[in-house]
């Protein structure tokens, strides 16, 4: 029963903090001159982003971390 409950509180913990990520939305891409850039939505907030900074947002950063 132990080895049940603790199970239940990790799946409830990962849920939430899936909750707790901020959702990144990709809006519009750009290929120019061998850069790409992405305008993203991070949390009602529109951002231009390079690959890199994208990466990042999607582990979970937020634009301020940035």
Same mark, same amino acid.
């Given at each position: 029963?132990?080895?049940?409950?603790?199970?239940?509180?990790?799946?409830?913990?990962?849920?939430?903090?899936?909750?707790?990520?901020?959702? /990144?939305? /990709?809006? =519009?891409?750009? *290929?120019? !001159? !061998?850069?790409?850039? =992405?305008? /993203? $939505?991070?949390? !009602?907030? =529109?951002?231009?982003?390079?690959? *890199?900074?994208?990466?990042?947002?999607?582990?979970? $950063?937020?634009?301020?971390? $940035?």
């Amino acid at each position: 029963m132990a080895s049940s409950a603790a199970r239940e509180n990790s799946r409830r913990a990962a849920v939430k903090k899936a909750l707790e990520r901020h959702k /990144v939305y /990709v809006t =519009a891409q750009s *290929f120019s !001159g !061998g850069t790409y850039s =992405a305008r /993203v $939505l991070v949390d !009602g907030e =529109a951002y231009w982003v390079d690959e *890199f900074r994208l990466s990042q947002l999607r582990q979970g $950063l937020t634009p301020a971390e $940035l």
